[in-house]
């Protein structure tokens, strides 16, 4: 049973944060409310207040207030996230990183940043390169927070070739349930002493604590970095392409695939052209290496292959400018579709099964009569389908939903590869993976006895 936030607790939050952090009235609050799942409005809950703390120590004495009173919290950082995860389906508070924006340190001996939670991943980007160096985990939205992005292991069309959040991350500051504030791992990068908590809190999607700060592993960049564009008759003979492409030993830092259904979407909100022929589906792949002629060589390998396995052409882009445009494109896909679409599903299969599980796809959109459009991450199996707002949608869209998932896992795969489980695939997670949960519920209730942090989310107890 959750304890109530009376003015004095409330009183007593402002006298923490400043009363201008504190919001309590209702029509201000709609923001902190969704996040950016399609249907936003059928997991809409309003929290009872939003604080905004600007530092470790009033996070920590929020979160000590909220413990003792037994009122729940939801961590936000920039709410980009596509399954509920930092709705406060509870009430209380929601805890918002949205002032804690300093980068603390970018350590060019140990190839570090240290940055508080709530500096976006675009200010990350931006500083790390003013160095001349590299972070490599590029999320879609790059308007994501560090904290966020940590606790949801958030990945990205670069993981194919540098991994997701978890192999950039070297320690964290978390702010436990009680308000306890504990420092895990650091810039060090072998670490042998017991249990891994670090990566117990990365992806825990803010159920087990407030992460706080990060110190995240930064490489030197690339010197040289090209783009293919593949175009292909069918969707399937463009999925065959990718194990052929990774059996010859490149490994590219981007190898993305799409129908040619999401270009006109796109085009229209972009008000640009789609720059190269149109074809009914394609490959995006990005080569980085240490030399001009590296690349060039790398490309041409890699084109060689498509092109045995019945691609239209290769486009070669070098020109930056073009680069960024096409990677616009890609990053649009989603806002393009977003007005027609009930929900963008994340599954994850070995990337053998990419073909199959399309297809498999391709079978259910014919069997409920509901339009399925797929793209990726070709080279980790990461698949995003849409399912689109056809007629009778609502009728059909759990039981396709599920079939779908079902899929996925049969395949060997799982339900979600960068979205997170958070509200809308909890469900799921129970029914496919029991023992896992049960696990799962005993870490939560030896570390948040009183559920009271991100209650509702990935686990019940």
């Known amino acids: 049973m959750y304890g109530n936030l009376t003015p004095e607790l409330v009183e007593n939050i402002k006298n923490i944060v400043g009363e201008k952090n504190v919001i309590s009235e209702h029509s201000l609050m709609g923001d902190y409310a969704k996040d950016e799942f399609a249907l936003s409005e059928e997991i809409e809950h309003y929290p009872d207040i939003v604080v905004k703390p600007a530092s470790t120590e009033e996070v920590s004495k929020v979160v000590k207030l909220a413990y003792e009173n037994n009122i729940p919290i939801t961590p936000r950082g920039a709410g980009t996230g596509l399954s509920g995860g930092c709705v406060p389906v509870k009430g209380g508070i929601v805890l918002s990183t949205e002032r804690m924006t300093k980068i603390i340190e970018i350590d060019e001996k140990n190839f570090t940043i240290t940055a508080e939670a709530g500096v976006r991943l675009m200010e990350v980007f931006e500083a790390v390169e003013a160095k001349k160096l590299f972070f490599p985990p590029h999320p879609g939205d790059t308007s994501a927070m560090v904290g966020g992005a940590i606790v949801t292991n958030a990945g990205g069309a670069r993981a194919v070739k540098y991994g997701v959040m978890r192999n950039f991350i070297r320690g964290m500051e978390v702010v436990l349930p009680d308000g306890k504030v504990m420092e895990i791992g650091g810039k060090f990068v072998k670490d042998c002493s017991g249990y891994s908590l670090l990566n117990l809190f990365i992806g825990s999607e803010g159920t087990l604590g407030i992460v706080t700060k990060g ?21 399937q003979e463009a999925i065959e392409s990718v194990p052929d492409i990774l059996r010859t030993g490149v490994i590219p830092m981007s190898l993305e695939f799409m129908e040619d259904e999401l270009i006109g979407p796109t085009e229209e909100l972009m008000k ?5 022929m149109r074809a009914k589906a394609y490959l995006m792949i990005i080569v980085d290496s240490t030399s001009d002629d590296e690349s060039m060589n790398l490309c041409m390998r890699i084109t060689e292959v498509c092109m045995e ?30 007005d027609e679409t009930v929900e963008i599903l994340d599954i994850t299969v070995p990337p053998s099964a990419i073909a199959e599980y399309v297809e498999g796809t391709k079978e259910l959109s014919k069997k409920y009569r509901i339009r399925l459009l797929n793209y990726g991450h070709a080279g980790d199996g990461n698949v995003h389908t849409h399912i689109m707002k056809d007629e009778d949608w609502k009728e059909k869209y759990e ?39 049960e696990l799962m519920r005993a870490i939560k209730r030896a570390i948040d006895p009183k559920n009271i942090m991100n209650p509702g989310k990935i686990v019940d107890i």
């Open 215 to 235: 110190t995240l592993k930064l490489v030197a960049p690339p010197v040289s970095q090209n783009m293919l564009i593949v175009p292909y008759n069918s969707l």
């Open 399 to 437: 039981p396709l939903r599920k079939e779908i998932h079902e899929l996925g896992i049969k395949l060997g795969g799982t339900i979600t590869g960068e979205h997170g489980v958070g509200l809308t695939k909890k469900s799921y997670l129970e029914e496919f993976e029991p023992d896992k949960v």
């Open 272 to 276: 640009k052209k789609w720059p190269v």
């Open 309 to 338: 396995k019945n691609a239209l052409d290769a486009f070669f882009i070098d020109n930056r400018k073009q680069q960024e445009q096409l990677l616009e494109f890609r990053g649009n896909f989603y806002e393009a579709l977003k």
